[in-house]
């Protein structure tokens, strides 16, 4: 090589690097609270779906906005058979190990999905089998026809069927028993970014994924993202400010305004498809945790429509929420199928009358019980339950709150008998239909069903009518049968509905990540404004 060709040469090299490091960017991204697992079929809670999401990919994503999108499958579409919806899928596409993804992956990942320690198996109570058609065709059978299939998989993950038989993890972690596996903090997707490292509560590092079989469709302009759960409120708005993390998914409510002020910064806000609310164990014969010898004050009705007329939702929007929050009656968003403006409406406090109906259960100077609750969750979660023990302690109901971390608090909720009686807890529904709330929270907590349900409600006639929910296809029946479930459940009182939850993100000025309406921000989406 002549001397000239070489300085070329060294001169192309060093403009490819200086052009490669301009393009280079990290997003450090901090939110209250972890993932709860890596493995991607082991937790159904949002912040776990939210990591996954990066890495993995399902066969239909949702945008920012809540609409289907096609991702690892190009197209569905019921066959000549009913029961059949068949899925065409993505050529092209390899994992970050570099193995092609095809049918036998998800074949594997659906059938892995439905295993009993899965905490996904609810969303497919209805698949009767899944099958390889050919390398890019897969057929789902359900037990009947089920027009609103597709709605379930947004979060249903495709895993690669080789790597986990060579990594042992061909068995979703059983998470309630805190038993690990090579999938609890190793990943291996399809997704915009490769995982890095991992240290649990501590820091998750992802890379960009340059074989991405989407970077000529999405912006993929980060590079490297540095994911750090920061738990206390101030500590998180501080490295925001300092420019310690350029992105906050979950401001506090307290800060808003402030943040909005601030001219290096940009906060966007939007509503939430998920509902915040209070279950109390009202199946059990006798509580552990109230001072009533051998009965459960819960199971009364009355003890229940007592509590929930009390719950002042406007003061907690008010004072606790800041306003960022929406009081309601029903555990289910107005962006899903089912609800209506008569079931969103919130009882009136009446201190008076929860106090008679209190006497005429046999509780007239109330009792002592234990409420459970979440501090790294949900927008003020913990501020809320104090807000709340206040408002019950007006009919004499004196509650001891014990707040601690997500990953303890839903272990007790999830738990076989529940280790819970009384708990706050937050419901997403991305599904966008009622019957994915039923299945979860009110159905008898069976197979499949009731994974969440941990107030021990069981009604045979409302299990009936939740199960015929996959396989109606007249929807006007269907929509007929939500309807008459929901009328049944909100006599009940099974659960106190609090308030549809608001987001703020905070960001700095050259980012504008909009709120996602399930508080999954899709990162490969994100592009940065140019000076």
């Known amino acids: 090589m002549t001397t000239f060709r070489k300085s070329l040469w060294l001169a192309l090299i060093a403009s490819t690097f200086a052009v490669g490091v301009a393009e280079a960017r990290t997003l450090k991204w901090a939110r209250s609270g972890d993932s709860l697992t890596l493995d991607p079929h082991a937790q159904n809670e949002g912040p776990t779906h939210t990591l996954s999401h990066q890495i993995y990919e399902p066969l239909i994503i949702r945008d920012h ?5 096609p991702a690892l499958a190009t197209s569905w579409k019921v066959t000549s058979d009913p029961t059949v919806w068949e899925f065409k899928l993505r050529t092209g596409v390899k994992f970050h190990d570099g193995a092609d993804f095809d049918a036998d992956d998800v074949v594997f990942s659906l059938e892995r999905a439905m295993q009993p320690t899965s905490d996904m198996k609810g969303l497919l109570t209805s698949v009767e089998k899944v099958t390889k058609v050919d390398a890019h065709t897969v057929h789902i059978k359900t037990k009947a026809p089920n027009p609103l299939l597709p709605n379930n998989l947004g979060d249903l993950f495709m895993m690669d069927k080789g790597w986990s038989e060579k990594n042992n993890v061909t068995k979703v972690q059983d998470f309630k028993n805190k038993e690990e596996n090579f999938a609890v903090r190793n990943a291996n997707g399809t997704g915009a970014f490769t995982l890095v490292s991992r240290e649990p509560d501590v820091k998750t ?5 340059d074989n991405y079989w989407g970077k000529s469709q999405v912006p993929l302009e980060i590079t490297e993202v540095v994911y750090t759960p920061i738990k206390a409120d101030a500590t998180r708005v501080a490295a925001l400010l300092s420019g310690e993390v350029d992105f906050v998914q979950d401001l506090p409510v307290q800060d808003i305004e402030r943040l909005r002020k601030d001219t ?11 509902t915040i609310f209070f279950g109390f164990n009202i199946g059990d014969k006798d509580l552990t945790s109230d001072n009533v010898e051998g009965k459960n004050p819960f199971a009364d009705v009355r003890v229940r429509q007592a509590m929930n007329m009390v719950v002042n939702r406007q003061a907690i929007q008010r004072v606790v929420m800041r ?6 009656g ?12 008569e079931l969103d409406t919130p009882p009136k406090v009446d201190v008076a009358a929860a106090k008679k109906l209190m006497a005429d259960a046999g509780y007239p100077n109330g009792f002592s019980v234990t409420l459970h609750c979440p501090n790294d969750r949900y927008v003020n979660d913990e501020a809320i339950c104090q807000a709340a023990v206040g408002m019950w302690g007006q009919i004499g109901i ?7 971390s997500k990953s303890i608090h839903f272990t007790l909720i999830q738990k076989q008998p529940p280790q819970t009686d009384f708990y706050l807890l937050g419901w997403g529904v991305p ?29 045979p006639e409302v299990d009936a009518m939740i199960q015929t929910l996959s396989a109606e296809t007249d929807l006007a029946k269907r929509n007929a049968t939500i309807a008459k479930i929901w009328s049944v459940l909100h006599k009940d009182v099974v659960y106190i509905p609090l308030h ?4 703020a993100y905070g960001m700095k000025s050259d980012l504008d990540i909009p709120v996602d309406v399930s508080n999954q921000p899709k990162l490969k989406m994100i592009s940065f404004k140019r000076s």
Do not use: C
């Open 65 to 69: 906005t809540g609409k289907q999108m």
């Open 205 to 209: 590092v992802l890379k960009r994924n």
């Open 264 to 274: 290096k910064l940009r906060v966007n806000s939007g509503p939430e498809n998920r």
């Open 323 to 328: 306003g960022e929050s929406v009081p309601t």
């Open 330 to 341: 029903v555990i289910a968003p107005p962006f899903v199928n089912g609800w209506t403006k």
């Open 398 to 404: 004196k509650v001891n709150l014990v707040s601690q």
């Open 431 to 459: 599904t966008f239909d009622s019957d994915y709330i039923f299945s979860f929270l009110y159905h008898t907590r069976a197979g499949s069903r009731g994974s969440w349900n941990a107030t021990r409600y069981t009604n």
């Open 500 to 503: 549809h939850q608001t987001l």
